[in-house]
């Protein structure tokens, strides 16, 4: 890759999203949150001898690793795009193969500050506890085998980003594969990714605990076919106590998607005291539908963002740092307003199209139907994950009174009284729903907040390995396995036809199932009456 090249993306443009937020957050951590950090100031002071005064001491750059560096494109862009804030990287793979490519990436690109390494991921984040201030776990499917050692490699206060492409499992395809990884329970709901997001947050902070940590989300997010977070690996016995009040199941409607929450635990506010939580927080039966309930969880139930360190990001952003190299500025910027526009305590959503399915109706406009809930008192914001999310803090009875108003309103008929739909546009609003327009209804359409993607079939490419190189390919290509096509078969079955069964086939004792049925027929036409040949 050419050195300081923005095409150092090209190649692999699937994942350039996720590099330009690692670059973003890792320079924003280093100058606001690292240069900070009264234990590396006066570490840093000791070092220099400059006394008890930590303003005129600088803090060295960042020690990261790259657990699992594969040929070190990343921790070249560290290297390149951070500069003196990155003193020094870690890259490491266990292939021998990778790491030659590897060495071959950090000489041709002349990154002083890197050192490549081979070895088991686990075991070089066992050996190397506290040595890292950020860890970066990017693997090809979970990241569950490496968290363990991970909080522990990186130092208190400490970044950890860590990648999921295993949505499947975590969205709710494979149960049981989801729990024995992630220690949750997953819901295959409309808001299944963003449930992905806080399963994966819950199971990171699990392993924190563990060892005396806890963590403190800093930027969470879902894009094409993976989820991301960075956290913040702090120490604290206190904290670690009041993880349960953290940490929520979910209880979510067969019939009409209504979901409640509750807290494993409830800490009482400037005392250490956690007490079990009480519930559940419904009846055994839907209030909006008479149906029961999924149960799914436990998740992390806490903000997935910090507004301070989202704003950090933004203006890097527009003060155009790293702009020759990031080729996903308006994605990303689009991204982060989502983020610090949606409800920091409010966990999951409604989508308008299942409201509207549910009850057999057309479609809200998304600005009515927040109108409706900000005329009513309530906050309202969208989610990162999908265009037409509501996130509300109102009841899920409120959100079905405006769904039901504007399905009546709108031509909907009245279904069975035992069906789902029936039983909800029989209710009774509890309020007068308002669809007049409110001010803070409409979004700024300047920001891209949920661009197309950039090119057809988008997604993961084929899990890295082995493949064997087909002969007679003069181009040097290597073609997997999965992809060859087996050539059909030149004999097929064996066996006779059905009317050699019945001695009417011409070919006699060389019949085949698989002949033709307009070969020539021998001369000497056959003893049998029978005139006709085809099978």
């Given amino acids: 890759v050419p050195s300081g090249s923005s095409g150092i993306n090209a190649e692999y443009g699937v994942q350039e999203l996720n590099r330009d937020f690692t670059v973003t957050a890792l320079a924003c951590f280093a100058q606001h949150v690292h240069s900070k950090d009264r234990k590396m100031l006066r570490r840093a002071a000791a070092l220099c001898q400059g006394g008890d005064n930590d303003n005129k001491v600088e803090v060295p750059g960042l020690r990261v690793l790259e657990a699992l560096g594969a040929t070190g494109l990343r921790s070249v862009r560290f290297s390149k795009e951070l500069g003196v804030l990155a003193s020094n990287i870690t890259c490491n793979d266990v292939s021998p193969e990778a790491v030659v490519a590897m060495k071959r990436n950090i000489q041709h690109n002349e990154c002083i500050n890197i050192t490549a390494s081979t070895a088991d991921a686990c075991v070089l984040m066992c050996t190397r506890k506290n040595d890292f201030d950020v860890v970066d776990l990017d693997p090809y499917g979970t990241p569950a085998p490496f968290l363990d050692t991970a909080v522990q490699a990186v130092r208190p206060g400490g970044l950890l980003c860590v990648t999921a492409t295993d949505l499947a499992v975590l969205a709710g395809n494979h149960i049981q594969a989801c729990y024995g990884k992630y220690g949750g329970m997953p819901l295959k709901r409309v808001y299944c990714h963003e449930f992905a997001l806080r ?3 819950s199971c990171v902070d699990t392993h924190a605990n563990r060892h005396g940590r806890y ?33 929520s199941y979910v209880y979510d409607c067969v019939g009409c998607h209504s979901f ?36 799914g969880g436990p998740i992390w139930s ?4 910090d507004t301070e360190f989202l704003g950090f990001m933004k203006e890097h952003l527009v003060n155009g740092h790293g ?3 990031l080729g996903t500025t308006k994605r990303m910027t689009g991204l982060l307003t989502l983020a610090e526009e949606e409800l920091e305590e409010v966990p999951l959503f409604y989508e308008l199209s299942m409201l509207s399915k549910t009850v057999h109706s057309t479609c809200p406009p998304l600005v009515k139907f927040r109108s409706a809930l900000l005329n009513a008192g309530y906050k309202v914001s969208l989610s990162h994950v999908i265009p037409k999310s509501v996130k509300t803090d109102a009841p899920p009875g409120v959100v079905w009174d405006v769904m039901r108003r504007w399905a009546l309103d709108n031509g909907a008929k ?3 009284p035992d069906t789902v739909a029936g039983a909800l546009l029989r209710k009774q609003c509890s309020f007068q729903v308002d669809f007049t327009q409110h001010p803070q209804a409409m979004l700024d359409k300047n920001v891209h907040r949920f661009p197309p993607n ?11 390995g082995k493949r064997k190189q087909q002969e007679g390919d003069q181009t040097g290509g290597w073609k997997s396995k999965k992809s060859s096509k087996k050539e059909p078969l030149k004999d097929l079955k064996q066996f006779s036809c059905k009317r050699y069964e019945m001695n009417q086939c011409y070919l006699g004792d060389g019949c085949r199932y698989s002949h033709d049925k307009r070969e020539t027929p021998p001369a000497s036409p056959p003893q049998s009456g029978d005139q006709d040949m085809s099978l």
């Fill in 199 to 201: 399963l994966l947050l």
């Fill in 215 to 247: 963590i403190k989300p800093l930027f969470s997010y879902k894009a094409d076919f993976y989820v991301r977070v960075f956290v913040q690996v702090l120490e604290s016995q206190r904290k670690v106590q009041e993880t349960t009040s953290r940490r």
């Fill in 260 to 295: 409640h929450l509750q807290k494993l635990g409830v800490h009482t506010p400037g005392t250490q005291q956690v007490v079990p939580g009480r519930g559940p927080p419904v009846g055994q039966n839907c209030q909006q539908c008479g149906k029961n309930f999924y149960i």
């Fill in 302 to 305: 806490d903000p997935i963002h």
């Fill in 323 to 325: 702009g020759e190299y």
């Fill in 414 to 416: 009245l279904r069975e």
């Fill in 454 to 464: 950039p090119e057809p079939n988008w997604g993961p490419k084929a899990r890295a």
